[in-house]
Every structure is written in structure tokens, then in C-alpha cells.
């Protein structure tokens, strides 16, 4: 290259000219800029050709202003000059590149409004909101559970949630989530039924409110959790125990595992309510089994009647407390006893029977709601005349043997354990 570049960078308008020359200098190249103000040819050299650039715009820029201030502007036009001069001041930028900027966003949004732009990026990447990896933040969420006292086995199904959410979008920004990405991947999970999706979702709609609540996710507005669809339930049959199977499956139990049965099939709790229930919980005296906010599904504290067969099989083998199922895992005790009876457990067919049983003998789907922790739809929808009134009847005459609770000791003692006290407060 020639000491001097025959073509320089032009800048102009109409009326002015401002050059930028490429100059040899030390084995390197500066760059000149030129241009011309009230007859005079002024001069500045830059190391940087962006800089160079940068400054050849304000020129041309200034120039046209003093022409335009002293030639061609009205007073209204000097006036609304000067305005946007003091507008654009604070931002420390000259007129004329506030001028290109707002172009520029223009073309961007296609016409529509700069400053709702703005306001919607304010919103959705607000830069003082705290900023943490997704997987952190569900660690924060699960301990924030954990401290608030939820149940073993929410924090169970929160903790597999959010898991499978981190493996699969751990490396996506938080604002960056989508909800059909999140209905993909939900949908992508094969082996969940729509019940199970749901119960999904709930878990990460909650999670999106403690974002909020935590300023991770702009209050104001809903979250990409909220999006997301919801799964329609499948139809899944009701099954129920016949008054013949229960008779069968009680003559076999054990006394560790026979208040579990007898409480679910003539009571109606849930497994899980089971599985939390203390023998204090239960008043024989006053016919009623108190099922604590704490204990049931919808946090609602609840009075469930005991039932003449229930008493008798409950009052000779009653402690003054204790765990009624004392079960680390009840779910795994049920299958073993099928197995060694050869029979196949019923999933919630205990409570699905004594729903439908109830309701049978007394038509009062109001009354069995309230008893069962259910609303009367449900109750309505899914047990309504399933069984005759003959057969409930059979089902709650369905009483313990001539020799209970004996038993139970001589079962226990076939299988070469300790004998059963009654009276202890807790099970040998």
C-alpha cells in the first residue's frame, strides 16, 4: 500500500464532506480525518479506523446543525431542535445517533411501538432481578418445601419433577423457557398416564409461584408453568372387592396388617391417611375416627364414622396408641401378603368399595362426600349405583370369626414370631 490511499472514506450529505485518509506511519497505518468548517480545513488523527468513523458522523452531523440553525430552520424547528437536544442529553449521545438508533429499532419492530418493546423487555429480562441456573433454583424450591413442613411424599413426586425438568432444560435460561417445549417434553414421557402429567404440572406451577414470589420471575404476569396444558384424566374402572374376596383376604391377615384392611374397606380412608393414622385418632367409645387436617389429602380435618363390624373387628385388638399400620413401606407389605396368598392386590379397591358400599346403603351422596373427603360430584360420577343394597348390606356383616382375636395369635405363632399382647403401646 501507497504512503496514502487514493480513495478515502467519504461521509457526506448534500451540502458537506467530511474524509477519512489511510496514512503509512511506523511500519503501521493511521487515520486521518478531514473536513472543512467555515472555510477552514481542520485535521484529527485516529489509531482506531471505528473511532475515526465515529467521529466523521458527529461532524457531518454538527455541520448540517449549523447550517440548518443558521440558514434554513424556522423559529418552531429551532425550537423543537433545541427540545430534543435537552431530551437526549442524559443518555451522553449526539443527536443524530439517537436519531440512527431509533431508525434502527424501527426497522427492527416493523413499526410497532419502541417504548412497549421496551417496557416488555423490562418485564421479562429485568437485569436487577436475581439470576440463578434452573438447577439451583429447584434446589432452593424443594428445601423451601422441606421447611414449610410438606409431606414425604410431595417432596418425593417434586423432587422426580424437577429433576427430569433439569435434566432437560438445565442448560435453558430461566426466561427463555417455553410452554410447548414444556408440553413436548411432558408428552415425550411415554410411560406417565395424563393423571400422572397433571399432578406434574401442579408441582411446576408451584414451583413458578415461588419463582415470583422470590423475584426470579417477573410478578405481574403468569408463568411459563401456567401455560402448559392440562391432561384430560383417563377413564379408569372402578374396582371393588366383593363381600366373598374381603372375607377371604381378612381370614389371612395378620394382626400387624388387619387394622390397614379393616379401616380402609369399612372406613374408607385413603392408603395414605392409613399409613399416618395413630390409634389415638381412633374413638371407639365415641363411634368416630378422626382424620387430623394434617393427615388427609385436602388439608381439611374430617370425622368418619365407625361401622358396627368395624367396631368388633377394631375394639379386641385396639392399642392406646401407636402407629396403626407400622409399615416403613405398606405398599410393598400388601404385595407380599398377596403373593403368599396367591391373590392379586386391588389398587384402592379398598376405599372404592367402601365408597360404593356406603353409598348404596345410605343414598346420600352429600353425606359419603363429606365422610370420604370427596366432593359429592365425584362421589355422583364414579359409585353411583355400582352395587345393590342386598350387597352392602353382606359387606358391613362382615364380622370377625368366633375365635378373634385368637386368631391372630395362632397365625402369628405359625409363623414362629413372638405372641401378640393386647395393651402395649406399641407391636412387639
Known amino acids: 500500500m501507497s504512503a496514502r490511499k487514493k480513495t478515502p472514506i467519504v461521509f457526506s450529505d448534500e ?103 421496551a417496557r416488555y423487555y423490562m418485564v421479562h429480562y429485568d437485569p436487577s432481578r436475581p439470576r440463578k441456573a434452573l438447577p439451583e433454583l429447584a434446589d432452593e424450591f424443594l428445601e423451601s418445601r422441606r421447611a414449610t413442613g410438606m409431606s414425604a411424599k410431595y417432596l418425593m413426586t417434586a423432587r422426580w419433577t424437577l429433576r427430569h425438568l433439569v435434566n432437560a432444560f438445565g442448560k435453558t435460561p430461566l426466561d ?104 389415638s385418632h381412633i374413638r371407639l367409645a365415641r363411634g368416630f375416627i378422626e382424620c387430623e387436617a394434617s393427615m388427609t389429602k385436602t388439608r381439611r380435618r374430617r370425622l368418619v364414622p365407625i361401622s358396627e363390624n368395624l367396631l368388633a373387628w377394631l375394639q379386641p385388638i385396639a392399642l392406646p396408641a401407636g402407629p396403626v399400620a407400622p409399615y416403613r413401606d405398606v405398599a410393598t407389605a400388601l404385595d407380599y401378603f398377596c403373593k403368599k396368598i396367591a391373590t392379586t392386590w386391588k389398587r384402592n379397591a379398598l376405599r372404592h368399595s367402601y365408597i360404593s358400599y356406603r353409598l348404596a346403603l345410605v343414598p346420600d351422596t352429600a353425606r359419603v362426600a363429606l365422610e370420604c373427603g370427596n366432593s359429592p360430584n365425584i362421589i355422583f360420577q364414579h359409585y353411583r349405583e355400582l352395587v345393590t343394597p342386598d350387597q352392602a348390606q353382606e359387606w358391613f356383616n362382615i364380622f370377625p370369626p368366633a375365635d378373634y382375636p385368637q386368631c391372630l395369635i395362632a397365625r402369628r405363632n405359625k409363623h414362629g414370631r413372638r405372641n401378640w399382647r393386647r395393651g402395649c403401646s406399641s407391636l412387639p
Open 15 to 117: 451540502h458537506h464532506e467530511v474524509k477519512i485518509y489511510t496514512v503509512k506511519c511506523r511500519g503501521g497505518f493511521i487515520y486521518q480525518l478531514s473536513s472543512y468548517r467555515a472555510g477552514q480545513r481542520q485535521r484529527r488523527t485516529f489509531a482506531d479506523l471505528d473511532e475515526a468513523k465515529r467521529m466523521a458522523r458527529l461532524q457531518l452531523s454538527q455541520l448540517a446543525g449549523e447550517r440548518l440553525g443558521a440558514k434554513t430552520l424556522s423559529a418552531t424547528e429551532m425550537e423543537g431542535y433545541a427540545l430534543a437536544a435537552r431530551q437526549i442529553e442524559p443518555t451522553g449521545m449526539p443527536l443524530h445517533v439517537c436519531a440512527e438508533l431509533f431508525a434502527e429499532a424501527h426497522r427492527v419492530l416493523n413499526g410497532h411501538s419502541i417504548l412497549d418493546a
Open 176 to 279: 427463555d423457557l417455553d410452554a410447548g417445549a414444556l408440553d413436548r417434553w411432558m408428552e415425550s414421557r411415554s410411560n406417565l398416564a395424563n393423571r400422572s402429567r397433571n399432578t406434574c404440572r401442579v408441582i411446576l406451577v408451584a414451583f413458578g409461584n415461588f419463582l415470583k414470589k422470590r423475584r426470579y420471575l417477573a410478578a405481574e404476569r403468569p408463568t411459563v408453568f401456567d401455560g402448559m396444558s392440562v391432561w384430560k384424566d383417563e377413564i379408569v374402572p372402578v374396582t371393588l372387592y366383593t363381600p366373598d374376596e374381603m372375607q377371604f383376604l381378612l381370614g389371612k391377615a395378620g394382626e400387624m396388617l388387619l387394622p390397614y384392611l379393616v379401616i380402609g374397606a369399612f372406613a374408607g380412608l385413603r392408603n395414605i391417611e392409613i399409613t399416618r393414622l395413630d390409634w
